[in-house]
C-alpha cells in the first residue's frame, strides 16, 4: 500500500500570504496524484487533478506541481474562505490511500 | 445539474450490515465510475472502493471480505453494503463520481454503530 504524508499537519496564515502544502508517497505514483479541499461540516470538493491539472470553477490562486514522490499544493494570496482541510490522494496503485491531511487556519 | 443524493440508515447494530444507497440526478449513470468513501469523526479519508457498468467492482483490501458495491442503471442508483459491522465503521459515508480524480460528491451520510 502506498503511504502518503503531507506537510505540515497544521498551518494557520494571515489573508494574502503563500500557503505551500507538500505530500509525499512512499514509492512512485508519476503524476496519478490528486488534491481536495474540505471545509468544515462539507464534503470534499476536488482542487488539482494529476498533480498540476486546473478544475473549472476553482480559482487559479490555487495550483499543483510534482511527479514522482513529491508533490506540492500552493496557494497563492489565501483568501479567508481557504480555511479548510487539504488532503492529497493517490490514484496510480490499488488500494488507493488519501494523506491525512494539512488543516489550514486564518490568523 | 448533476447531483447525488445518499440515503439510508443512520444508526446500525454492531454485527448488522450497513447499506447506503446513492441516487444521481441531472445526468446518465452509465458513462462514469462511481465511488465510495468514508471519514470516522473528527479523522481523515478513507477510499472504500468503486463501481463501474462493465467491471466488476474494486475494493479497499482492508473490507474486502465485508463489503459489496453495485450500481442499478435503471433506478440511476448505486449501493454499499457493509457487513458484520463495529464501532469502527462510524462514519460519514461519501458517494462521489469518478475513480481517480472525483469530481462530484454528495453530501455525506453519517452512519453511527451503536447498540
Known amino acids: 500500500e502506498i503511504v502518503l504524508t503531507q506537510s505540515p499537519d497544521f498551518q494557520s496564515v494571515t489573508p494574502k500570504e503563500k500557503v505551500t502544502i507538500t505530500c509525499r508517497a512512499s514509492?512512485?505514483?508519476?503524476?496519478?496524484l490528486h488534491w481536495y479541499q474540505q471545509k468544515p461540516d462539507q464534503s470534499p470538493k476536488l482542487l488539482i487533478k494529476f498533480a498540476s491539472q486546473s478544475i473549472s470553477g476553482v480559482p487559479s490562486r490555487f495550483s499543483g506541481s510534482g511527479s514522482g514522490t513529491d508533490f506540492t499544493l500552493t496557494i497563492n494570496g489565501l483568501e479567508a474562505e481557504d480555511a479548510a482541510a487539504y488532503y492529497c490522494?493517490?490514484?496510480?496503485?490499488?488500494?488507493?490511500?488519501f494523506g491525512p491531511g494539512t488543516k489550514v487556519d486564518i490568523k | 445539474q448533476v447531483q447525488l443524493q445518499g440515503s439510508g440508515p443512520t444508526l446500525v447494530k454492531p454485527s448488522e450490515t450497513l447499506s447506503l444507497t446513492c441516487t444521481v440526478s441531472?445526468?446518465?449513470?452509465?458513462?462514469?465510475?462511481w465511488s465510495w468513501i468514508r471519514q470516522p469523526p473528527g479523522k481523515g479519508l478513507e477510499w472504500i472502493g468503486y463501481?463501474?457498468?462493465?467491471?466488476?467492482?474494486t475494493y479497499n483490501p482492508s473490507l474486502k471480505t465485508r463489503v459489496t458495491i453495485s450500481m442499478d442503471t435503471s433506478k440511476s442508483q448505486f449501493s454499499l453494503k457493509l457487513t458484520s459491522v463495529t464501532a469502527a465503521d462510524t462514519a460519514v459515508y461519501y458517494c462521489a463520481r469518478g475513480h481517480r480524480d472525483m469530481d462530484l460528491w454528495g453530501k455525506g451520510t453519517t452512519v453511527t454503530v451503536s447498540s
Open positions: 490522494h493517490q490514484t496510480s496503485t490499488l488500494p488507493f490511500t
Open positions: 514509492q512512485s505514483i508519476g503524476s496519478i
Open positions: 463501481v463501474f457498468t462493465s467491471e466488476s467492482p
Open positions: 441531472g445526468d446518465s449513470i452509465r458513462p462514469y465510475y
